[in-house]
């Protein structure tokens, strides 16, 4: 996975990384995209992608354990589905926590036409069982996420993760298998550029190797050595 067009600079961060968003008042929009890629020497099919959206108490696609998220995002629109497969593909979208693939328990509150996009906390993309990917191809869905920037969520992470159920073509039949991706961070961040030299008195000569600390009115902390 990867998110991007979050700052003026065309950034990209791939997972297992953390993307620094730089605060600003309001919020603050990005693309996130995941693969599917087909790495393998034979053709897979049945397959299903899902994923959690950043909010506090998420936990890893395919474990129990938490992913750490510190602030809720909220995902903003439909997830886009590639030309090629658009007729083969299903998304459906969840309020629930930890919903299951189960499209007919009612429990998991699976929705192809969400009301609220931004009460979404996971997504589950259904290929057609009879489309198959080949060796080396790959697929790329993308969503636009919406991220509070606010001074509250300073220096806080938001975490999203998937996983991908398949099944390996093989010459025996078909071998069910799953794969997960690492999780992929957003921290709301804030830049700051400071010149300062470090000299000794009645010398212009500045010193190599100093350090310093720098603090905000809002209690920000800022750190870093003279070069």
Do not use: C
Request: proline share 3%; aromatic share 10%; hydrophobic share 30%.
């Amino acid at each position: 996975a990867q998110i991007k067009n979050y700052d003026s600079k065309d950034s990209v961060t791939i997972s297992p990384l953390i993307a620094d968003v730089e605060i600003m008042d309001g919020k603050q929009e990005a693309d996130m995209e995941i693969f599917m890629i087909n790495n393998s020497t034979n053709a897979v099919d049945g397959i299903v992608t899902m994923g959690r959206i950043g909010y506090v108490g998420n936990t890893y696609q395919m474990s129990s354990g938490e992913l750490g998220t510190e602030y809720n995002t909220n995902i903003k629109s439909a997830i886009q589905v590639p030309d090629e497969i658009k007729d083969k593909t299903k998304v459906y979208y969840s309020d629930k926590e930890n919903p299951t693939k189960d499209l007919e328990d009612t429990e998991n509150n699976w929705v192809e036409n969400p009301n609220d996009f931004s009460t979404i906390k996971n997504y589950m993309i259904v290929v057609d069982p009879d489309y198959s990917l080949e060796s080396g191809k790959e697929l790329a869905f993308t969503y636009k996420i919406s991220i509070p920037n606010k001074r509250a969520n300073l220096m806080k992470v938001s975490y999203f993760n998937h996983g991908v159920y398949f099944n390996y073509l093989t010459d025996n039949g078909r071998y069910a298998t799953s794969a997960s991706s690492g999780k992929l961070g957003v921290r709301i961040s804030r830049k700051v550029n400071l010149n300062i030299t470090n000299t000794k008195i009645f010398s212009t000569n500045p010193i190599k190797g100093s350090t310093y600390k720098v603090e905000s009115e809002t209690g920000e902390v800022f750190t870093g050595t003279t070069d």
